[in-house]
T-cell receptor, first 107, second 113 residues
Framework: GQNIDQPTEMTATEGAIVQINCTYQ??????LFWYQQHAGEAPTFLSY????GLEEKGRFSSFLSRSKGYSYLLLKELQMKDSASYLC????????FGAGTTVTVRA | DTGVSQDPRHKITKRGQNVTFRCDPI?????LYWYRQTLGQGPEFLTY????????KSRLLSDRFSAERPKGSFSTLEIQRTEQGDSAMYLC???????????FGQGTRLTVV
């Protein structure tokens, strides 16, 4: 079985940094994805971590610790368009999603 | 190829009717996933295919739900005897392999009245 936990909501100011944590438990693990989903739209891929450590991609970075069952997504220099739901997803031979974290960016 | 395509985009049906949705994945993508999503929740896994083989089906899924991918290309998801609780967005996604990013279609929004 599997379980994924991430905070329900986060609010931050434009230009700031926000870190979204994700913890997971699973009997099979091949990596961890982060997706962004704007209201009324389909999820879009942000990052994929297979090995422990930090993956940086522009303003977004993702970290994975497999021994701790923990990941985070770091959003830097927040922009209004970053207001969205951020989904943590385990690659556990299928693709299992958490409930998502709604990030609201305020001016 | 413009991405994952789902049809129809919207479906309104009466309780008790059967509905069928279609998903056309990105060409040459071996993996195809079906999810259900309700407001404020993440996508809930329903089933997935590796080519034409259905490898896993959610235990939460009742026998009213069935999916096929007969030739390893497009897939259909059928819901029999729909119930109001089936109202949701049904998302399809495809990926080249199991360890590559999945691309989502725009979804089919089902409303059961």
């Amino acid at each position: 079985g599997q379980n994924i936990d991430q905070p329900t909501e986060m609010t931050a100011t434009e230009g700031a940094i926000v870190q979204i944590n994700c913890t997971y438990q699973t009997s099979g693990f091949n990596g961890l994805f982060w997706y962004q989903q704007h209201a009324g739209e389909a999820p879009t891929f942000l990052s994929y971590n297979v090995l422990d450590g930090l993956e940086e991609k522009g303003r977004f970075s993702s970290f994975l610790s497999r021994s701790k069952g923990y990941s985070y997504l770091l959003l830097k220099e927040l922009q209004m368009k970053d207001s969205a739901s951020y989904l943590c997803a385990m690659n556990d031979y299928k693709l299992s999603f958490g409930a998502g974290t709604t990030v609201t960016v305020r001016a | 190829d413009t991405g994952v395509s789902q049809d129809p985009r919207h479906k309104i049906t009466k309780r008790g009717q059967n509905v069928t949705f279609r998903c056309d994945p990105i060409s040459e993508h071996n993996r195809l996933y079906w999810y259900r999503q309700t407001l404020g929740q993440g996508p809930e896994f329903l089933t997935y295919f590796q080519n034409e083989a259905q490898l896993e089906k959610s235990r939460l899924l009742s026998d009213r739900f069935s999916a096929e991918r007969p030739k390893g290309s497009f897939s259909t998801l059928e819901i029999q005897r729909t119930e109001q609780g089936d109202s949701a967005m049904y998302l399809c996604a495809s990926s080249l392999q199991g360890d590559t990013e999945a691309f989502f279609g725009q979804g089919t929004r089902l409303t059961v009245v």
